[in-house]
């Protein structure tokens, strides 16, 4: 079931890079992504206010929010701030880039969950499991040769560094998500709502100091239905993601795996959608995702 419950997660992580990338093009960073986790917050919300009036209905419904200590708050700040950095790169990356150059980039992510997954948490893997962990990591490397014939040179745009960290962030986010589900306790909407109100203050305090004290970038920013959206999105795959976790039997390393089919809604629809180059070539290094992703579901 965790694994269905994975690619439900992939379904909706799609539609949301979709989204994001409409969101975020021409437009001003900071305050979509505030608007995105805003709206994120907002779509939770109604949840924590009915914990607080009718915790008996929202246990009935599996959408109680539950009162946590101190120290769980402690550990979410943390996530916050890892996530949010991760945000803040890859949207600035998403921005000034093809998606069918940044999602492939990001696809690489399982393999620091992969060698994070065997470091804390012992999972085991087989030799088709690193077999389709290097094919991913081989088939991004493809498209660094796609993205130069775009003008992307590997080496020297910030872009791309911008997105291989957020990838790394992203990783390490979601090895820690593992410790917050399954060794903490947390409910997948615990963890969400509280998760969010700490990333806009995070966002808050950031933009206070970089965006609203200046009018240009203000004039600058536009207002577009997808960034509500954008939110909504993300949280719906959060908590398919989330409930996942909570299996016993569930492994990061796959879970992390099998989040990556998302790309196949990012190349194959995003390419016609912004009508990017090279979409053709870039098949090859897809399959070679695709392939490696397969290996890693059903070895």
């Known amino acids: 079931m965790w694994m269905y419950l994975g690619l439900l997660s992939a379904l909706f992580l799609g539609l949301h890079n979709l989204c994001k990338k409409h969101a975020v093009q021409g437009n001003e960073v900071f305050p979509v992504l505030l608007g995105t986790t805003t709206a994120g917050f907002m779509l939770l919300l109604p949840f924590y206010i009915g914990s607080l009036t009718s915790p008996e209905f929202m246990q009935k419904i599996g959408f109680y929010v539950a009162q946590i200590s101190w120290k769980v708050h402690g550990f979410i700040v943390i996530k916050s701030m890892i996530m949010a950095s991760s945000w803040l790169l890859a949207y600035q990356a998403l921005k000034h880039l093809p998606i069918t150059i940044v999602t492939p980039i990001r696809s690489a992510g399982p ?10 948490y012992q999972e085991s893997p087989n ?18 040769r796609v993205g130069k014939k775009e003008g992307i040179d590997f080496k020297n745009n910030k872009w791309i560094f911008a997105i291989i960290g957020a990838t790394f962030l992203g990783a390490s986010s979601g090895l820690y998500d593992k410790f917050l589900i399954q060794y903490q ?3 997948p909407q615990t963890l969400q709502f509280w998760f969010c109100w700490y990333t806009v203050l995070i966002l808050l305090v950031i933009l206070s100091i970089t965006w609203f004290p200046n009018k240009e970038k203000r004039k600058a920013f536009k207002w577009r239905w997808t960034i509500p959206v954008v939110g909504i999105l993300l949280q719906t795959a959060d908590y398919f993601y989330f409930k996942a976790l909570q299996d016993s039997e569930a492994l990061i390393m796959l879970l992390s795996a099998i989040k990556r089919s998302q790309i196949l809604i990012a ?7 912004f009508k990017e180059k090279n979409k053709r070539k870039k098949l090859v290094p897809l399959i070679g995702i695709m392939l490696g992703v397969a290996l890693i579901l059903y070895s």
Not at 111 to 120: E, N, Y
Not at 127 to 144: A, E, K, M, R, T
């Open 267 to 273: 190349v194959l629809i995003g390419g016609v959608v």
């Open 185 to 187: 306790d947390l409910a």
């Open 111 to 120: 393999f620091f969950t992969f060698i994070g997954a065997i470091f804390l």
């Open 127 to 144: 030799f088709l499991q690193w077999v389709g962990f290097f094919l991913i990591i081989f088939s991004v490397l493809l498209y660094s």
